[in-house]
């Protein structure tokens, strides 16, 4: 704790700059399946010994890809809390990058939960697979989690309420109808729904905001962007109950905005909303499950403009092609909604003579609209003069 070694990224970040790119960094406080990365083996060397550090579900399963929002002001790292060892982590990486700032580097990405979205680690994978049909689990159920509903309750005079967490929910891979919580009419639209739901995701924005203000305080003196990754819960968006949000903690329902106060502490902070999903489609979704990435991302880019948030836009498929690509450049040109697009995972496939192409045309698209496709320009040296306007980032995740 305390100590870092940036060597081989200031190595890293000189070879950048030499060649006149630019660096978007993220500062990472999760743990990923993909590459295998673990948290500091001084932070899991605490978890043995106190595992309420971690988020769990109604099993007593611990979720120890990241910490649990719970504890971040309480000091269980050694005597510190882990909101004061973000900030060291901060001011550490500020201090060994000064000559890179607002030059070199142009943005910073700041964890905010699990594979670094703001959200609870509600399905079962660590990296959450798209085409499960479950709604995933409330992870409410680490000690300190419980002690704040309990808290919470006993506030507004309704201790029973405080005692877990809803009873008639369903397990991480059956059908949010297989119980009573999230059918029409189930208790996610009672006063306990309403009651359990609005702490449930008040956590979490709370989380987030502690989170963004310190990240902003660090950086508000250098020309660089703060942004946090919003997630795109998008499975079950076509019911009432939405029940993939809910227990991601996004309380958004058919009678609810859950993102409102989500888009409204990114506006407050001055930071941008990474979405990911500009390449997915609804004609391509289990009918079972009752997804919508499109209406979902309309529903967030719209209250990002409401609070005037900027927002960075991701693909989250591995696979591509030319309808992939499109719908990509529909969401970029979609009323500039988009200040900036990453394009991720960039690996064998991407490079493939069945893919590639479908890229090239794309990025020349996206300068040269109303050119027939056989007029776009083929040679290679011609390509630099015809990239977009907006940034249009290489990131290998």
């Not at 043995?48 to 109604?58: H, K, L, V």
């Not at 056989?374 to 390509?383: A, N, R, V």
Request: charged share 20%; hydrophobic share 30%; proline share 6%.
């Amino acid at each position: 704790m305390g100590k870092y070694d940036w060597t081989c990224y200031l190595a890293l970040a000189e070879m950048v700059r030499k060649t006149g790119l630019k660096l978007h960094i993220s500062l990472c406080f999760h743990a990923s399946n993909e590459p295998k990365i673990r948290l500091p083996k001084w932070v899991s060397q605490i978890g043995e010994s106190q595992p309420d550090i971690y988020f769990a579900d109604r099993a007593g399963q611990p979720y120890k890809d990241c910490l649990s929002l719970s504890v971040d002001d309480l000091p269980v790292l050694d005597g510190k809390t882990p909101i004061e060892v973000y900030m060291g982590f901060f001011e550490s990486f500020k201090s060994s990058f000064s000559a890179f700032m607002g030059s070199t580097i142009t943005g910073i990405s700041i964890g905010l939960g699990p594979d670094g979205e703001l959200r609870y680690p509600s399905q079962r994978q660590s990296v959450k697979d798209s085409s499960q049909l479950g709604a995933g689990e409330f992870r409410c159920y680490d000690k300190n989690m419980l002690t704040n509903l309990k808290q919470h309750a006993e506030t507004l005079g309704n201790p029973l309420w405080g005692l877990g967490g809803p009873h008639d929910t369903p397990g991480y891979d059956q059908s949010p109808n297989s119980n009573g919580f999230f059918a029409d009419g189930g208790s996610w639209e009672t006063p306990y729904g309403d009651f359990f739901l609005s702490w449930y995701s008040s956590q979490l924005v709370s989380h987030g905001d502690r989170i963004l203000s310190r990240a902003a305080e660090t950086f508000k003196d250098v020309s660089v962007s703060v942004s946090g990754k919003v997630p795109l819960m998008y499975s079950w968006y076509r019911t009432r109950s939405h029940p993939s949000e809910l227990t991601a903690g996004v309380y958004n329902t058919v009678n609810r905005d859950g993102y409102e106060a989500i888009t409204e502490i990114f506006s407050r902070n001055s930071c941008n909303i990474i979405l990911p999903g500009m390449d997915l489609s609804d004609d391509h979704q289990p009918n079972e499950s009752r997804s919508s990435p499109e209406l979902l991302l309309a529903q967030i880019m719209s209250s990002c403009r409401k609070h005037g948030v900027e927002v960075s836009g991701q693909n989250s498929l591995v696979s591509g092609g030319p309808k992939v690509m499109e719908q990509i450049k529909k969401n970029l040109l979609e009323e500039n909604a988009v200040d900036l697009f990453t394009y991720q995972r960039m690996g064998a496939y991407f490079f493939s003579p069945d893919n590639f192409p479908s890229f090239t045309q794309f990025v020349r698209n996206l300068k040269q609209l109303n050119l027939h496709s056989d007029d776009l320009p083929q040679k290679d040296d011609e390509t630099a003069d015809s990239l977009p306007d907006m940034d249009l980032h290489r990131q290998v995740a």
